[in-house]
């Protein structure tokens, strides 16, 4: 099988070769020395080449200037740019450039290695799903029960701690929407999206996490402004993965998904992102995975915090009934909170 290439762009030879070292075990790699350099390779290569480590200090072409040309083109969205930094002011910009990730000078082996297979592995994934995507496939269950399934598995890579786990989102989603059609709540709009799409849609939820930067995503302490900035542009990011890799199934589920996708952080009392919608203002299948997909983070442990007790985290979606969720969603979800919560045991 032909080995991934790696395009190393760096003025400084040392830093080439140190990277070159590190990487050539597993990849092959392309030296440039500049930015202009680059982008003539680049552009002769656009498909040979799975990712970029670039430098941003550089003469005739800095990296800053090479990763906007690269985001006007699109070709930033095709391959993932790891930006080679030493001074910290410079990483949001690039990151709000179109960067997925950077490497702090000095360099440490594991990290570059780490943090380049990590990328690599989503690259692989996303160009796995365009291709299945660009067959002329029927639009069957099975077929996009099987993309969804592989969408769900990028999640639970990028976590690395299980963050999403795809059953019990669903099964805990299954239990409140039965509990809603059993108390005829939101029932004709529950049935007119279809509830095994509401439930295939749920663990998808957090999908555009792929994009945020491990140092914030796994980050042991608060996020700053500017970071949640970017944890905030996962809901948009999510819809745009859901509506490129699923073009092939039933555009009534992309519908579900991309609704889900991109309003579930909104909240019932217009305090929510990205759009600050209100009410019945947010789809209701995004009203129900906000609940389930609140619920199990409260339950699961993240790097900087301990899971919550069931108990507790059930109190904690009462207490935001009219605030962060609808009431009546809320409602139901205590009727049913003991049969979730055994989900967990």
């Known amino acids: ?4 290439k790696i395009l190393i762009v760096d003025d400084s030879e040392f830093n080439r070769k140190l990277l070159v070292g590190v990487l050539q075990d597993e990849y092959d790699t392309i030296e440039a020395a500049n930015g202009r350099e680059a982008l003539e390779i680049i552009n002769k290569n656009t498909a040979m080449i799975s990712l ?12 800053l200037e090479l990763l906007k040309t690269l985001n006007d083109t699109g070709i930033s ?11 910290d002011s410079e990483e949001e910009y690039g990151l709000n450039l179109g960067a997925v990730d950077f490497i702090t000078k000095p360099f440490d082996p594991n990290i570059v290695r780490t943090r380049v297979e990590n990328h690599m592995k989503i ?13 002329n496939m029927d639009r069957s269950e099975y077929v996009w029960e099987a993309t969804i399934e592989m969408l769900a598995n990028v999640i639970e890579f990028r976590s690395f701690e299980n963050f999403k786990n ?3 989102i669903k099964k805990i989603t299954n239990i409140l929407i039965n509990k809603l059609l059993e108390m005829n709540v939101y029932s004709d709009e529950i049935n007119d999206i279809g509830v ?7 663990p998808l ?3 555009g996490k792929i994009f945020i930067p491990e140092y914030i995503l796994f980050k042991n302490g608060e996020l700053t402004p500017s970071e949640f900035e970017i944890v905030k542009k996962h809901t948009i990011n999510g819809k745009k993965l859901i509506t490129n890799c699923l073009r092939a199934v039933s555009e009534k589920y992309v519908k579900c998904c991309e609704d889900v996708c991109l309003n579930h ?26 609940l389930t997909d609140v619920f199990d983070a409260l339950v699961t442990g993240r790097p900087y915090r301990k899971a919550f007790r069931k108990a507790e985290a059930v109190k904690i979606i009462g207490e935001s009934s009219g605030k962060d969720f609808d009431p009546s969603i809320v409602s139901a979800f205590i009727h049913v909170a003991d049969e979730i919560c055994k989900v967990y045991q």
């Open 1 to 4: 099988m032909e080995r991934q």
């Open 52 to 63: 970029v480590l670039l430098d941003i200090l550089m003469p005739e072409m800095t990296g």
């Open 77 to 87: 969205s095709l391959i993932p740019v790891i930006l080679i930094t030493a001074a």
């Open 123 to 135: 690259k692989s994934t996303k160009d796995m799903l365009e291709e299945l995507v660009s067959f």
């Open 166 to 168: 795809y059953d019990k």
């Open 196 to 202: 095994n799409f509401i439930l295939t849609a749920a």
């Open 205 to 207: 939820c957090d999908i």
């Open 265 to 290: 952080h909104e909240r019932w009392d217009g305090t929510g992102y990205p759009n600050g919608l209100s009410g019945n203002e947010i789809p209701v299948a995004a009203r129900i995975v906000a």
